[in-house]
C-alpha cells in the first residue's frame, strides 16, 4: 500500500515537472496576451487601412483612365474619345 502510494506520488510529481516545462517552452497565457493586443491593434487601425486601400484603387483606377485616353489620343480610330468625330471615314 505504502508503496503504490509512494508510486502515485512519484507519477504526479513527474506530472507537474512536464507541465510545468510545457508553461515554460510553450506560454499558452504569453500567446493568448499576444493575441489579443495584436487583434485590439488591428481593430483599431481598420479604419486607416481601408482608406489606403481605397486611395490605391482610386489611383489605379485613374492612371487606367489616363492610360486609356493616351491611347484613345494615339489611335487613328479616335470612336473612344466621345465627342470628337472620325473624320477619316
Do not use: C
Not at 495584436?38 to 482608406?51: A, F, H, N, P
Not at 484603387?57 to 494615339?74: D, F, G, P, R
Amino acid at each position: 500500500m505504502r508503496e503504490e502510494l509512494q508510486e502515485s506520488i512519484k507519477r504526479l510529481v513527474n506530472f507537474t515537472n512536464f507541465t510545468r516545462s510545457f508553461f515554460k517552452r510553450k506560454n499558452p497565457f504569453k500567446a493568448l496576451a499576444v493575441s489579443l493586443l495584436s487583434s485590439l491593434k488591428d481593430m483599431l487601425t481598420i479604419r486607416q487601412k481601408l482608406k489606403m486601400a481605397k486611395y490605391r484603387v482610386n489611383y489605379h483606377k485613374h492612371q487606367l483612365h489616363k492610360m486609356e485616353s493616351l491611347i484613345a489620343e494615339s489611335n487613328e480610330h479616335t470612336f473612344l474619345k466621345g465627342k470628337n468625330l472620325n473624320e477619316t471615314r
